[in-house]
């Protein structure tokens, strides 16, 4: 039987769990958030922290030591949406978040085994996954790719107000900021556009993080169009992911290449999507982080494949 500990004391946090206190797989022990230091310093267990009750300072402090923490398997249960970016929580090793819309639902048995699966620890770190990297992929060979359509919104005034000149200047400091966020991720720009392009990231199995890299992108918008691009103007831009296979030629050799793939997400990204939206094809949603589902409603098919957007705050 597999053991769940959750740290609360909360009625509300307890509720939620309510079918998993039922459940004959797992061991559900709640245990008092006082005593959360030492809880998750015990191994053998996942532990889902309630930070209800806890003050700001004890919660970037309790976020520090589970991300510190190599064999453990945690979650974080956050009643009144007290975390900025959960996507973060995920990269530092979090395998579940429990938001305030979750709170009021009862949490389902496949959502806990799946959680409790998402972050195992490898004892080898050598062990090869058999996933793609870049040191491998050869020219002229064909293999799968996550295809990243980005891409500008060019507004009608910018091109009979402000000039080409303004306009390549932003297009320049898009492409830069871009090459930050996708290059540490894997991510080349492969193929460009008149105002975007088709970034190229190895495919590998599991959840990527290219999906929530995209979404604070999305919800971060203003502070980028502040910070980053220095113009005076709310930056709109645009995301299409989508999985496939094509033949992989060097950037600027690409011309005479013909792929399903490669047209499809071109197609997708500069017919489908829509000013400002983040949207996958059904292929890709197999890869949203554990938690980030809900993020995601279906807005329709194209080419015969479903396609999700992202659920955008009003």
């Not at 004959?24 to 053998?44: A, M, Q, T, Y």
């Not at 939206?277 to 982080?289: C, G, L, Y």
């Not at 807005?299 to 009003?314: A, T, W």
Request: aromatic share 10%.
């Amino acid at each position: 039987m597999k053991r769940l500990v959750l740290i609360t004391r909360r009625q509300e946090s307890l509720s939620c769990f309510d079918t998993i206190r039922r459940s004959k797989s797992i061991d559900l022990e709640v245990r008092d958030d006082l005593d959360w230091k030492k809880i998750i310093r015990e191994n053998g267990s996942m532990i889902y922290l309630d930070i209800g009750s806890l003050s700001p300072r004890e919660i970037r402090k309790a976020i520090r030591t589970l991300e510190s923490q190599d064999t453990l398997t945690y979650g974080i249960v956050d009643p009144e949406g007290r975390i900025d970016d959960p996507a973060d929580l995920f990269h530092g090793g979090a395998s579940d978040y429990i938001g305030p819309d979750l709170l009021n639902k009862r949490l389902s048995l496949s959502r806990i085994n799946q959680a409790m699966n998402f972050y195992p620890y490898v004892e080898d770190e050598e062990e090869e996954s058999g996933d793609l990297s870049w040191e491998t992929i050869r020219e002229g060979d064909e293999y799968p790719f996550y295809l990243l359509y980005a891409e500008l919104d060019i507004l009608p005034e910018w091109k009979t107000k402000s000039g080409s000149s303004f306009i390549t200047g932003l297009l320049k400091t898009f492409e830069s900021h871009m090459n930050r966020v996708f290059l540490p991720l894997g991510g080349q720009l492969w193929m460009k556009s008149d105002y975007g392009g088709l970034y190229l990231f190895p495919y590998s199995e599991g959840s990527s993080d290219i999906i929530p890299a995209c979404m604070r992108l999305i919800l971060n918008r203003v502070l980028i169009s502040m910070e980053v691009f220095s113009y005076g103007t709310l930056l709109p831009y645009h995301f299409s992911l989508d999985t496939g296979t094509t033949v992989y030629r060097k950037k600027g050799n690409t011309g005479t290449l013909i792929s399903e793939a490669v047209n499809f997400i071109f197609h997708l990204g500069q017919q489908y999507t829509q000013p400002g939206q983040f949207v996958i094809s059904r292929r890709a949603a197999e890869h949203i982080p554990v938690g980030l589902a809900d993020c995601f409603v279906p807005c329709g098919n194209y080419h015969d494949q479903d396609i999700l957007r992202m659920k955008v705050p009003r």
